[in-house]
């Protein structure tokens, strides 16, 4: 069947699992699949997830008759480790990135532990492939890129016009549908209050949001939040009852980077 709107799909979910022990943090990575002004198919992939989830991404290509190579753009929707480290496996793949955040990676901040120095080396290997790109470029028709700053300088999301209204995918602008809800960002690297007018941007422009670690949802305009599908995850090393497992569900409280007030983009 020719699409004739893109097609969203998140291809692995989001989960806002964490531990006494360190963050587990594992993304949302989405596939978007729309015609370009030719008529011909192409494939967009925001973000890609840390290199603990290439088996589970490569799977995940696998089950939908695809493979690295299939991906023709790949969306960084900010620089955060565990949202780019599979980067290196999309040879074929142009990389987008807001500007702000390209020119953030070259100095992070000596406290943001989700971009540390390294990154830098990381993104210089792939600089031929990068392309830049800020509010409103439009990436496919139907699909085009918004500035979402805030939990980092030059966070990114995609709109894209689906059949099924507008999605929005999100990244760290929204972590999950408790940040949708409390309109407050989870963990702020860059600025709190640019982050929380972000979030009210982004959910009056979706149907549907897709998060950064949550699965995709609606929010409703009493202000409840509905999953498109159900929790599936499958915990491995420890059983229910072990001596020693706690479950906790924290209370929603921000994590504001320390020294967040110097921030500063590098000249």
Sequence with gaps: MKL??????????????????????????????????????????VDTGHTGRRPALDAALRQRGLTRDSIDIVVCTHAHWDHIENLDIFARAEVIMHP???????????????????????????????????EGTRLLPGVEIVAAPGHTAGTIAVAAATSDGIAVIAGDSIQNATVARERRNALVFWNERIA???IGKLLAIGDIIYPG?????????????????DF??????????QPGLELVDPPFQPVIMEGIGEQRLPG
């Design 196 to 198: 929380a007018q972000t």
């Design 232 to 241: 599936e995850l499958t915990l491995t090393g420890v059983t229910a009852g």
């Design 4 to 45: 004739t709107t893109p097609d969203v799909e998140t291809i692995l979910d989001g989960y806002r699992l964490g531990s006494d022990q360190g963050a587990i943090s594992f993304c949302s990575i989405t596939l978007i699949e729309g015609l370009d002004a030719h008529g011909t198919l192409r494939r967009i992939l």
């Design 100 to 134: 702000d955040e390209r020119r953030y990676v070259r100095r992070p901040h000596r406290n943001d532990f989700a971009c540390p120095d390294w990154m830098e080396a990381v993104l210089e290997r792939y600089e031929d492939r990068i392309r830049v790109a800020g």
């Design 213 to 229: 670690h949550d699965r995709p949802f609606r929010v409703h305009a009493d202000g409840r939040t509905t999953y498109l599908h």
